[in-house]
């Protein structure tokens, strides 16, 4: 019985159990990359020749747009836009707020913010007159 055959039918077919040969795994690795390879490879050149520029072009833009939408999600996650002033709030601020506009709500508004270390509550003003 060849063991490439049985290993690719389907599992609900009762099959006998072995190892694969050190030789069917190489061979079932080896079409998986060439089918994954080709498929790429095809991919690319529809879009160099949709617009009309080479291969090697073609890699270094899809290279460029995964590396661009990388380095957008990190800033987005990083810097949330401060709810007042759309500038980049503070990390983990209370209000969303950026170091400014935090400053002035907590101090109107008698508003603790751990982040920015601003502590304006009632309860930090008895402390230090304690
Ligand atoms: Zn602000
Ligand atoms: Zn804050």
Sequence with gaps: MDPLEVSKQPHWIS???FRLSEVAKESITQNGEQ???EKQKQKLAETAQAQG???KKARKR???QLCGKRVLEIKRAKFPPCSRCAQ???QNC???RCKKCCRFKCKHEKLDCK???YIFSENAEIAENC
Excluded: N
């Design 15 to 17: 099959k006998p159990y």
């Design 35 to 37: 089918t994954f390879r």
């Design 53 to 55: 520029i080479s291969m």
């Design 62 to 64: 899809e290279r460029r």
């Design 88 to 90: 980049p709030a503070g």
């Design 94 to 96: 209370s209000l969303e």
């Design 115 to 117: 982040a920015h270390r």
